[in-house]
């Protein structure tokens, strides 16, 4: 009787402080089949959009006729577009396989927080979508790992349900895995979002698609999600920043050469230096990856790009950094080198959008010190940047109604703390090493 009340008292005393949430999960869903047919036709499909620089969007989609102009005709007003643009065209064949003709149009300048009306091609139906505020807030919806499954379909009803933004997504897209069709079908189950708020990725293992060595692999990948690496003075699709309302995101590509001396190190050195935290006070980061896991799956993989860049990045005094390919949610005190520290930045894994792999179970025990929340369930997490120095992040698994927050937290900023100011001397010191 004792022992059972004393058991209980400690159990109540490490949920207080820790917490892996014991919930059993139903089996993984199949990949979701489409009828996927290529109509000879200049009919715009899979359409997304993603910021490209300041009060810019680039608008993407396939077609498969002949010819097709890159043009998207826009407006505030419904069937009325007072604008145009003409963009540029790509495609690529991998080995049986030939891409649609694949269109990239930049609109703008454009107004913040409107809604517009648009139609690609000349012709075809119209879409909409709303551009980002200038000012707080703002809200990123957060999915990794999403492959095209059933549960991928009730991650993208969720993130159709909240108020956001602006989704950022850490890796491993279409789960393509070479069958090049595949990365069709993903476009398509995707643009229904992707077409209405702007689609803000990085490459996990999932887009390499290398055969053989021959290549150096993510062909479909850069060439169907062009991200704005011109942009931000990066010379990889792979790696890139952007800013917006308040808010500096640095993509990491954690499959590009990140070695002090690789272009991706040299190009991120640039990128924090021209961080200005008056205009930007959040400093986010993302890379597929995650540097800190408790979880068993993909344990050590990300220990070396961490001893590089977490030097750097502790230095900058980056907020949060946001991972995926662990298919499972933890989030983490704020850390450094391996231990809580205040300065250092809140760790997020969210690589649970719902692949065909399934969910990641097994944790190792006992849960670090500096792991705070950790479950093994699909959903996807909002982060609302309310201000300049608070942020509410919280995480909405698939299992319960979106506006249920598994797991919450409010973030108040590095800037507001004094650790930005406090680093300001370290940080110099490392830009300016040659
Ligand atoms: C920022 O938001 C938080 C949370 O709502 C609030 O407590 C704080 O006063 C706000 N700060 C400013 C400067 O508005
Ligand atoms: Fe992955």
């Not at 139906?125 to 980002?132: A, D, N, S």
């Amino acid at each position: 009787m004792e022992l059972k009340l004393l058991l209980l008292l400690m159990s109540l005393t490490v949920a207080a402080t820790a917490t892996t949430a014991e919930y059993v999960r139903p089996p993984p869903r199949k990949t979701l089949h489409f009828p996927w047919d290529r109509k000879p036709s200049s009919q715009p499909q899979q359409v997304h959009i993603s910021l490209a620089g300041d009060k810019h969007i680039r608008v993407t989609w396939i077609t498969n006729a002949k010819s097709s102009p890159s043009i998207v005709e826009y407006g505030t007003s419904p069937g009325k577009y007072s604008s145009m643009a003409e963009g540029e065209t790509t495609s690529y064949s991998y080995l049986f396989y030939s891409s649609g003709k694949i269109h990239h149009t930049v609109i703008g300048p454009l107004e913040h927080d409107t809604v517009y009306f648009y139609r690609c091609g000349g012709g075809g139906p119209e879409f909409q979508f709303k551009t980002p505020p200038s000012q707080f807030p703002i809200t990123f919806a957060v999915a990794g790992d999403l492959g095209q499954t059933g549960w991928t379909k009730s991650t993208l009803d969720h993130i159709d349900l909240c108020k956001y933004d602006v989704h950022l997504l850490p890796g491993d897209l279409s789960y393509a895995d070479y069958i090049q069709n595949r990365w069709d079908t993903f476009g398509e189950l995707v643009q229904p979002l992707a077409s209405a708020r702007p689609w803000m990725v990085t490459e996990g293992n999932h887009e390499k698609e290398n055969i053989l060595l021959l290549e150096d692999g993510f062909e479909s990948y850069n060439a169907r999600w062009k991200m704005p690496f011109e942009e931000s003075g990066s010379n990889s699709n792979l790696y890139y920043s952007f800013e917006v309302a308040g808010v500096h995101t640095i993509m990491l590509g954690s499959y590009a050469y990140y070695d002090e001396y690789s272009d991706q190190y040299n190009w991120l050195k640039a990128d924090l230096l021209k961080v200005d935290r008056k205009r930007t006070p959040w400093l986010v980061v993302l890379f597929h990856v995650p540097w800190y896991n408790s979880n068993e799956a993909h344990q050590g993989e990300g220990d070396e790009m961490m001893a590089t860049m977490e030097p750097l990045l502790h230095a900058a005094g980056v907020d949060i950094m946001l991972a995926g390919h662990v298919h499972a949610y933890e989030r983490t005190k704020r850390v450094y080198n391996g231990k809580s520290d205040p300065c250092g930045a809140i760790h997020i894994t969210i690589g649970d959008g719902g692949n065909k792999e399934g969910l990641a179970q097994r944790y190792k025990n006992p849960q670090p010190e500096w792991s705070i929340f950790r479950e093994a369930s699909f959903g996807h997490g909002e982060l609302k940047m309310v201000n300049s120095t608070h942020a509410f992040w919280s995480w909405h698994r698939n299992d319960d109604d979106e506006p249920v927050r598994s797991d919450q937290v409010w973030i108040t900023s590095l800037v507001s703390s004094g650790c930005v100011a406090e680093k300001r001397p370290e940080l110099r010191k490392i830009l300016m090493a040659p």
